[in-house]
């Protein structure tokens, strides 16, 4: 916002039955504030609750330049089969960020890097084996 700063309340009143999926690569996006311990609501649930089917947050700080890389993998692997004029599916996310994370295994990205993406998504039929 330009005059003012964004708000989770200003999210979660915003009316957006068409969104589909958010990736929220900024330092801890799926973390509660630390000075209202007892919410239990972030940033990546706020979206989710105003209507996001599939969210992907971060739970502390992150590297950019070693995030870039997962981040990059990630988009390949969500978007890299789809033709022109074809829909994104929001229930691959969880498996595009699986793929990412264990192709970074190939790097020498520390774990703390590597697993501080996390998915939060409504209930889809599909079964993560491995990582996230």
């Not at 979660?12 to 068409?18: A, H, L, R, T, V």
């Not at 799926?30 to 992907?56: M, R, Y």
């Amino acid at each position: 916002m330009r005059d003012e700063p964004l708000t989770l309340l200003d999210i979660m009143e915003n009316n957006s039955p068409q969104a589909e999926f958010a990736f929220l690569s900024a330092c801890h996006t799926a973390v509660g504030d630390e000075e209202t311990p007892d919410e239990v609501i972030h940033l990546a649930a706020g979206l989710q609750f105003s209507g996001f089917k599939s969210v992907i947050g971060t739970l502390w700080g992150v590297n950019d330049a070693l995030a870039k890389h997962i981040v990059e993998a990630f988009y390949e692997k969500m978007f890299g089969d789809l033709e022109n004029g074809s829909v994104m599916d929001c229930t691959k996310a969880a498996w595009a960020l699986n793929n990412a994370a264990n192709g970074a295994l190939k790097t020498k990205m520390p774990l703390e890097q590597r697993m501080v993406f996390i998915h939060i998504a409504i209930s889809f039929s599909y079964t993560l084996f491995g990582f996230c």
